[in-house]
């Protein structure tokens, strides 16, 4: 990457943003599935079931967001090197600093409607954040960040087998016989994050796509409108349904008929 450079790239690539949407599909699907386990509108084995899909969804989602990082350097082309390590430096710290407010408004939501004891403790935007931080001194490796990968998500399974304090736990170390709920350490996360990278440098190198790719069509623009909205749809999808649920449970409640029956 040279430190100026006079032709930022414009072009905003569809199959982008329609991946992401389709990763944003699925995990509303997951996340409806599992709020109908809390409602006892379904039986919860389902939805416990659908748990060990999770993490191939959140994986697509983890990966093209390293790709991001590699088109947003795209669209800096014309600017210092620093500033665009201040841009994902300030987007990183946003994402934790929100993420933060998910997991004490989750956590105080779950002592209410679960009351398992599974609190939030380091959830997926908090990972996400600090996996865009941690990520800023591997992006000058480019297609070496493979090997970076490789060894982090290693040490994230090394790490399963650990036990350790509770301060650690955003590195995947948790005190034993706890299980918390949505629980995103950074590692392994953070090498599939630069897995992203090591993609996105082979594939656009300097924000530029290397190949060619069809037209997106109607199925794709759709995806990709959603996928454009990453965040606002996180934030907004669990509040939505969630009320939504409670609502029709209040109804059939009320007119004292099963729901299925509405």
């Keep these: 990457m040279d430190d100026v450079c006079p032709a930022p790239v414009k072009e905003r690539y569809w199959e982008i943003d329609a991946i992401r949407g389709f990763s944003l599909l699925a995990m509303i699907t997951f996340h409806t599935i599992f709020l109908l386990g809390v409602f006892h509108i379904i039986n919860v084995d389902v939805w416990l079931g659908l748990g060990a899909y999770l993490p191939l969804g959140t994986s697509v989602f983890v990966i093209i967001s390293g790709t991001s990082l590699i088109l947003r350097h795209g669209r800096m082309l014309d600017k210092p090197r620093r500033a665009y390590y201040m841009a994902i430096l300030k987007r990183g710290l946003e994402i934790m600093l929100i993420g933060l407010g998910v997991s004490v408004i989750a956590s105080l939501l779950i002592l209410v409607f679960i009351t398992d004891g599974r609190y939030v403790y380091f959830n997926f935007l908090q990972m996400m954040g600090l996996s865009?931080?941690?990520?800023?001194?591997?992006?000058?490796f480019g297609k070496w960040n493979l090997i970076s990968a490789v060894f982090f998500i290693l040490l994230g399974l090394l790490l399963e087998t650990v036990s350790g304090p509770t301060w650690l736990m955003a590195f995947g170390i948790i005190p034993p016989d706890f299980y918390p709920?949505?629980?995103?350490?950074?590692?392994?996360w953070v090498g599939v994050m630069l897995f992203g990278v090591f993609l996105g440098s082979l594939l656009y190198p300097n924000g530029i796509r290397r190949f060619n790719f069809p037209s997106a069509g109607k199925i794709?623009?759709?995806?990709?409108?959603?996928g454009r909205y990453p965040l606002q749809?996180?934030?907004a999808h669990i509040p939505a349904i969630g009320t939504g649920l409670l609502l029709l449970v209040v109804i059939s409640g009320l007119m004292g008929c099963p729901i299925g029956h509405l």
């Excluded at 941690?134 to 000058?140: A, D, G, K």
């Design 233 to 235: 749809i996180y934030l």
């Design 220 to 226: 794709g623009e759709g995806l990709a409108v959603i």
């Design 181 to 188: 709920r949505d629980f995103f350490p950074v590692f392994p």
């Design 132 to 140: 865009m931080i941690l990520c800023i001194p591997f992006l000058r």
